[in-house]
């Protein structure tokens, strides 16, 4: 059975860094895109970053120059680096990643989210 598993959300004073982490875990082959959204209270779920196996990635321009996102690919592992951070950045984020696994019966290819970890920037 496949898996995300997140962590390394928190407090932290505007202006401060957080380092987030996802690991994904099971019968894996291979993983596509991996990613992180958020959803604030009240609002959509958004967009932060995705990266591609091959290390292309893409951000809106709310947290560009400020939140990095990166992976390695040996441990099936996506982190997201949050500098500067803001009060408007507080939200519950979710890792994404489409997967590649392997079933009884051969592959298969599913999208899994994360259970999400909170981010609280205090202002």
């Known amino acids: 059975q496949v898996q995300l598993v997140e962590s390394g959300g928190g407090l932290v004073q505007a202006g401060g860094s957080l380092r987030l982490s996802c690991a994904a875990s099971g019968n894996i082959f291979s993983i596509d895109v991996m990613g992180w959204y958020r959803q604030a209270p009240g609002k959509q779920r958004e967009l932060v970053a995705t990266i591609t196996s091959g290390g292309s990635t893409n951000s809106p321009d709310s947290v560009k120059g400020r939140f990095t996102i990166s992976r390695d690919n040996a441990k099936n592992t996506v982190y997201l680096q949050m500098n500067s951070l803001k009060p408007e950045d507080t939200a519950v984020y979710y890792c994404?990643?489409?997967?590649?696994?392997?079933?009884?019966?051969?592959?298969?290819?599913?999208?899994?989210w994360g259970q999400g970890t909170q981010v609280t920037v205090s202002s």
């Open positions: 994404n990643a489409d997967i590649l696994f392997g079933t009884t019966w051969g592959r298969s290819r599913r999208n899994y």
